[in-house]
């Protein structure tokens, strides 16, 4: 029986890493409010010029911007469920749930957009396939769709959601724990606010849900408040997926010290340009000076002396500016973006075509998510179709066709390959449902559905 509120050695070692990642995708104020831990104070500075330059501090976010874009043009066409075969109430789940999979009304896109990203900043994110809890005896099928228990939903935990974990010697989870927090008013008339926390412990054949809420009048003991089997008990392994990427393919991994840099030193340059800008006046002198200097007083000079002003002469802030540009360049090389760092530079536009060669690479990492984010889709919906035993068969299509070309390019390829003149229905309903389908990525699963089938029969006959 292990502790529940025990943690696992790996996620002690990785937790203040992956607070860093999380402030440095989120940036603003997330970041300022904790930038006194990232912000290096110099050998020897006075504590009020350093909380000076804390309360100036600024971030510039490159690679929060480039995680973002990598989000959005992944999905820029949608994952699209194909039913192949199976049962009608299998097919109206299916397109229900591909509309709305959490019970927050979040498509399927949505919620893998978000996982992406998350696994994009933390290197992993977790996917929990759930059922509505039975309170009651269920006689039939019939009854478990009319009453909604047999609607199956997801729910997402972030990388330091999962505090302990054990697996097999194939990788598979054989038991995992969740901790998640939050800050709570018990009631309105309530002053007082109280910190509850919940552990969710699931094994291969159960739940068990804890709660603690420490507050002025708690205790703060950990009681058990629910248990009972999971959703995957009947296939004997945790209802848990991880959408995780590889140490390649990790961009905050890689950037974020470039990024921690870059702040640093932006910062700097920026101090030492405002101190500049206030010159302290300077006077060569033989003789005891005792005057005092100021907006609103005046100074008397003798015959032999000068009096000149502090400037510094620039060059220590060209060679700061050249190195920020070159860290700039840096994050987005590691983040296999290089041309994006210095696309407008010179105002000069890209044609089409050089814009295809300079994405290659991009296009080919962009595939290579595309197919972890896939692979883990399908995993899910299989999962899922099995626990309600539909006996279907489901196609994941999508997220594999990431070229910067528009959808233009595609139709007249389809048509020169349609116009040799193939006799072949099966190609020829394959390239239709594939072009409609990319056309209306972002239609309903219901409408996809019937496209697909009207389709399917009229090569069919």
Request: glycine share 6%.
């Amino acid at each position: 029986m292990i502790q529940i509120d025990q943690e696992h050695a790996e996620y002690k070692r990785q937790r203040r890493t992956l607070q860093t990642y999380r402030d440095l995708y989120a940036g603003g104020y997330e970041f300022k409010e904790r930038a006194a831990h990232y912000l290096l104070r110099r050998q020897k500075e006075p504590l009020d010029v350093y909380a000076e330059r804390l309360s100036r501090v600024f971030y510039e976010n490159y690679v929060g911007s480039i995680i973002d874009w990598y989000g959005s043009t992944l999905f820029r066409r949608e994952p699209s469920l194909y039913f192949e075969e199976g049962l009608e109430p299998a097919r109206q789940f299916l397109s229900q749930f591909a509309d709305d999979c959490d019970r927050r009304g979040t498509t399927l896109s949505d919620f893998f957009r978000h996982a992406f990203i998350d696994a994009l900043v933390a290197g992993k994110t977790h996917i929990l396939i759930d059922f509505p809890r039975v309170f009651k005896t269920i006689m039939n099928r019939a009854e478990e769709d009319a009453i909604g228990v047999s609607r199956a939903y997801l729910i997402r935990f972030g990388a330091e959601d999962l505090i302990n974990w054990s697996t097999d010697e194939r990788g598979d989870y054989e038991w995992v724990v969740f901790r998640q927090k939050s800050r709570q008013q018990l009631s309105i008339e309530a002053e007082s606010v109280v910190e509850e926390t919940w552990w969710r412990y699931y094994d291969k054949s159960e739940y068990r849900f804890y709660r603690r809420i420490e507050g002025k009048d708690k205790p703060g003991s950990i009681e058990l408040v629910a248990q009972g089997p999971h959703a995957l008990t009947l296939q004997h392994r945790v209802p848990v997926f991880t959408l995780e990427l590889s140490e390649g393919l990790r961009l905050m991994s890689k950037a974020a010290h470039l990024q921690l840099e870059h702040f640093n030193k932006s910062n700097s340059l920026g101090w030492a340009i405002t101190m500049g800008l206030f010159a302290m006046p300077v006077i060569y002198s033989d003789r005891e000076w005792d005057q005092i200097v100021g907006d609103s007083y005046y100074i008397q000079l003798g015959p032999t002396d000068r009096f000149g002003w502090t400037e510094p002469d620039g060059k220590v802030y060209e060679i700061a500016a050249a190195n920020l540009e070159t860290l700039k360049e840096e994050i987005y090389r590691v983040c296999y973006l290089s041309q994006a760092s210095g696309e407008m530079t010179g105002g000069r536009a890209q044609s089409a075509a050089s814009k295809q060669m300079d994405f290659t690479i991009t296009q080919e990492v962009l595939r290579a998510y595309g197919a972890v984010v896939k692979s883990c889709i399908r995993k899910v919906i299989a999962a899922i179709t099995e626990a309600r035993q539909d006996k279907a068969a489901v196609n994941v299509t999508g997220l594999d066709e990431v070229d910067i070309s528009d959808f233009t390019t595609e139709l007249n390829n389809a048509a020169s390959l349609l116009s040799l003149g193939i006799e072949s229905p099966t190609l020829k309903r394959e390239i239709c449902q594939r072009l409609a389908l990319k056309y209306l990525n972002d239609a309903r699963q219901e409408t996809k559905d019937q496209i697909a089938r009207e389709i399917n029969a009229q090569y069919l006959n």
